[in-house]
């Protein structure tokens, strides 16, 4: 909890209290200054916490912190892979936050010190805060797989970030021979989107059906379960037959050791090489979620599931999929319902209220072909210290309806990235 309201600071005399309370909330002279509120990450979870503070409370000081000058969507990104869309139709900018009279500063977030209660910058500044959001995403965990590095990400393109990766990955299907087969390396749970990676082998193939009919896609997948199976298992044998194999890792799917040098797969019995190999490797929190000292052995943020308030720091809140957030999948829609709940929770702390007890939402679309839709919708809730899905609310598209029906998904689908995205930059 803040040590101070703004109405706990306008009774005890404001400017009175400002010198000597270096790094307390309200430190302003003259009159109380506005709560500050920073946000480190301005992807999905980052930039709707951002402005749903802003929109709750005009009167807070909102700071979002993101290295890059544009963002780029990873759902959808997919589509880029089949050549149905651009990168450009997924690239924002943070001028619509600007706008909304949020300053928004491009840099890097190196140090948190949850104490003084700063935010330390790449450009050696410090950013001073009552409440902080961390909402970075993931990182890979290179050293969870023997041979495994970031140099891959050159040669053996994760896409789980997209933006460059996706392109070098969309050139190197164009660059591969008919007749070839890609493979995709899906990590162990938990993992952002999910779905992702069934969809991706679809939109593979939806390339390959166009230009190299004779090419294949492999998943060697380190899971035994899929995401919405009966789902892709039915549309890939409608409209790629024959094209896609999912190997589990009940079948020898699982990755074990990487040798770079040779571009070959190890899996228990088995070995695999490819002219494309999508390898996205294990995850964890950002970087800046370690060092802040807010993740768990899992290497994931615990939170109090009513508010997203870390457990390992008072005033800092961390969303999206660095979060460990129990039932709730690692997807954009997750991280956006966590940020209108942690903005609302920030809020009633600044102005001394209690915080609402919120329900959660996630909705992930898959785009399996530009008329060929379908989805996975579900409701959370905090249930004692993790968050829950309310049983009975996680609900899967049904497999027996007519065309018309995935069509309508298809639509559906990019309705809701075209809502997300206005949601989360303008
Ligand atoms: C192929 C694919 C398809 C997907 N499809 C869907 C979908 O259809 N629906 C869905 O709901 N989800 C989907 N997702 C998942 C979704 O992209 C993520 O769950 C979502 O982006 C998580 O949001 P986030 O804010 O936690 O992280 P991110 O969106 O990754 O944002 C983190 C931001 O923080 C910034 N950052 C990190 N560290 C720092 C630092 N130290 N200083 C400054 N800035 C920093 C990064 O630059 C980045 O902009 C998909 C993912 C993939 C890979």
Same mark, same amino acid.
């Given at each position: 909890?803040?040590?101070?309201?703004?109405?706990?600071?306008?009774?005890?005399?404001?400017?009175?209290?400002?010198?000597?309370?270096?790094?307390?909330?309200?430190?302003?002279?003259?009159?109380?200054?506005?709560?500050?509120?920073?946000?480190?990450?301005?992807?999905?979870?980052?930039?709707?916490?951002?402005?749903?503070?802003?929109?709750?409370?005009?009167?807070?000081?909102?700071?979002?912190?993101?290295?890059?000058?544009?963002?780029?969507?990873?759902?959808?990104?997919?589509?880029?892979?089949?050549?149905?869309?651009?990168?450009?139709?997924?690239?924002?900018?943070?001028?619509?936050?600007?706008?909304?009279?949020?300053?928004?500063?491009?840099?890097?977030?190196?140090?948190?010190?949850?104490?003084?209660?700063?935010?330390?910058?790449?450009?050696?500044?410090?950013?001073?805060?009552?409440?902080?959001?961390?909402?970075?995403?993931?990182?890979?965990?290179?050293?969870?797989?023997?041979?495994?590095?970031?140099?891959?990400?050159?040669?053996?393109?994760?896409?789980?970030?997209?933006?460059?990766?996706?392109?070098?990955?969309?050139?190197?299907?164009?660059?591969?021979?008919?007749?070839?087969?890609?493979?995709?390396?899906?990590?162990?749970?938990?993992?952002?989107?999910?779905?992702?990676?069934?969809?991706?082998?679809?939109?593979?193939?939806?390339?390959?059906?166009?230009? +190299?009919? *004779?090419?294949?896609?492999? /998943?060697? $997948? &380190?899971?035994? @379960?899929?995401?919405?199976?009966?789902?892709?298992?039915? !549309?890939?044998?409608?409209?790629?037959?024959?094209?896609?194999?999912?190997?589990?890792?009940?079948?020898?799917?699982?990755?074990?050791?990487?040798?770079?040098?040779?571009?070959?797969?190890?899996?228990?019995?088995?070995?695999?090489?490819?002219?494309?190999?999508?390898?996205?490797?294990?995850?964890?929190?950002?970087?800046?979620?370690?060092?802040?000292?807010?993740?768990?052995?899992?290497?994931?943020?615990?939170?109090?599931?009513?508010?997203?308030?870390?457990? +390992?720091? *008072?005033?800092?809140?961390? /969303?999206? $999929? &660095?979060?460990? @957030?129990?039932?709730?999948?690692?997807?954009?829609?997750? !991280?956006?319902?966590?940020?209108?709940?942690?903005?609302?929770?920030?809020?009633?702390?600044?102005?001394?209220?209690?915080?609402?007890?919120?329900?959660?939402?996630?909705?992930?679309?898959?785009?399996?072909?530009?008329?060929?839709?379908?989805?996975?919708?579900?409701?959370?809730?905090?249930?004692?210290?993790?968050?829950?899905?309310?049983?009975?609310?996680?609900?899967?598209?049904?497999?027996?309806?007519?065309?018309?029906?995935?069509?309508?998904?298809?639509?559906?689908?990019?309705?809701?990235?075209?809502?997300?995205? &206005?949601?989360?930059?303008?």
């Amino acid at each position: 909890m803040l040590n101070w309201t703004r109405r706990d600071f306008i009774k005890a005399g404001g400017a009175s209290l400002a010198s000597g309370l270096a790094g307390a909330p309200f430190v302003a002279s003259g009159a109380a200054r506005k709560a500050r509120v920073v946000v480190i990450g301005g992807g999905y979870g980052g930039a709707i916490a951002a402005k749903y503070v802003k929109r709750l409370d005009p009167q807070i000081d909102v700071t979002l912190v993101e290295r890059n000058k544009h963002y780029v969507s990873c759902p959808f990104s997919n589509e880029v892979l089949s050549g149905e869309r651009d990168i450009e139709s997924l690239t924002f900018d943070y001028q619509g936050l600007a706008a909304r009279d949020i300053r928004v500063i491009h840099d890097e977030a190196t140090a948190v010190d949850p104490v003084r209660k700063t935010v330390s910058l790449k450009n050696g500044k410090a950013l001073e805060y009552d409440r902080l959001v961390v909402s970075p995403g993931i990182q890979f965990n290179w050293k969870a797989i023997e041979g495994c590095g970031p140099e891959m990400e050159k040669t053996m393109p994760h896409a789980w970030k997209a933006g460059e990766q996706t392109l070098l990955l969309r050139k190197q299907l164009e660059a591969m021979k008919d007749g070839g087969t890609a493979i995709i390396v899906v990590p162990p749970a938990p993992f952002r989107c999910p779905p992702g990676p069934y969809e991706r082998a679809a939109q593979m193939c939806a390339y390959f059906k166009h230009h +190299k009919p *004779k090419s294949r896609v492999l /998943i060697l $997948d &380190a899971n035994t @379960a899929m995401s919405k199976r009966p789902l892709f298992e039915q !549309a890939w044998a409608a409209l790629y037959p024959g094209m896609i194999t999912w190997t589990p890792a009940s079948n020898s799917g699982k990755v074990l050791r990487v040798d770079q040098s040779k571009r070959t797969l190890v899996t228990e019995f088995d070995s695999y090489t490819s002219d494309v190999i999508n390898f996205i490797a294990p995850h964890k929190a950002g970087q800046i979620a370690h060092i802040a000292g807010l993740t768990d052995a899992a290497g994931w943020c615990p939170v109090d599931p009513f508010t997203m308030e870390s457990t +390992k720091h *008072k005033a800092i809140h961390v /969303i999206g $999929d &660095a979060s460990a @957030a129990g039932d709730m999948p690692k997807s954009a829609h997750s !991280a956006g319902s966590q940020a209108k709940a942690t903005a609302a929770a920030i809020v009633a702390a600044i102005n001394g209220q209690t915080a609402p007890n919120p329900y959660y939402v996630n909705t992930c679309y898959s785009l399996v072909a530009p008329d060929w839709g379908f989805s996975v919708a579900g409701l959370y809730k905090a249930d004692g210290d993790k968050i829950a899905a309310i049983p009975g609310s996680v609900v899967i598209s049904p497999t027996d309806v007519a065309p018309f029906t995935r069509k309508e998904e298809a639509a559906f689908g990019l309705s809701w990235l075209a809502n997300i995205t &206005a949601e989360a930059f303008s």
